[in-house]
């Protein structure tokens, strides 16, 4: 379950009761049992505070929505200091391909979150968009900008 990721390592806390490992989430402030899918989630939560400069309190894990009536959460949102969202991050475990069908499902959730940003990632590869909705597309980015550039831009 513990590989290694294609992200910065992350100072994760860690312990085990039994046979179980947990991590410590900071944006959740809980300990959580840890399965590959957490493993991504807190190594992009450690990324975008650390590496990227979004501030804890404005990154938000498991932000609740509806799409067609059902709930949903989507894994990370980063809101700016406008509380609006900027950034919608959905986390796969490592074997979970990163395809169509899970841009698919971000793409949904984001008719919801409308954020500029949309990031897709299994740990090991990652999709990165920016949303051109001028001309209804996504631009494909190498990585995600720094927070302070996402913050006080608004995507046209």
Not at 22 to 47: D, G, S
Not at 70 to 91: A, F, L, N, Y
């Amino acid at each position: 379950m513990i590989q290694p990721l294609a992200l910065p390592k992350a100072n994760l806390r860690l312990s085990k009761k039994g046979e179980l490992l947990f991590v410590w989430c900071v944006a959740r402030k809980k300990t959580l049992q840890l399965t590959p899918e957490e493993w991504v989630r807190q190594h992009v939560i450690h990324y975008l505070v650390n590496h990227k400069n979004v501030p804890l309190g404005l990154l938000i894990s498991e932000y609740s929505i509806k799409v067609n009536s059902m709930s949903r959460r989507c894994d990370i949102v980063v809101v700016g200091t406008d509380q609006v969202p900027k950034i919608i991050v959905e986390c796969k475990a490592p074997e979970v391909v990163i395809n169509r069908q899970v841009l698919h499902q971000i793409a949904q959730y984001n008719f919801q979150v409308n954020a500029d940003y949309l990031l897709l990632t299994n740990g090991l590869h990652h999709v990165i968009c920016k949303i051109d909705r001028a001309n209804n597309a996504f631009i494909y980015l190498e990585e995600i900008p720094d927070f302070s550039i996402i913050n006080q831009k608004k995507v046209e």
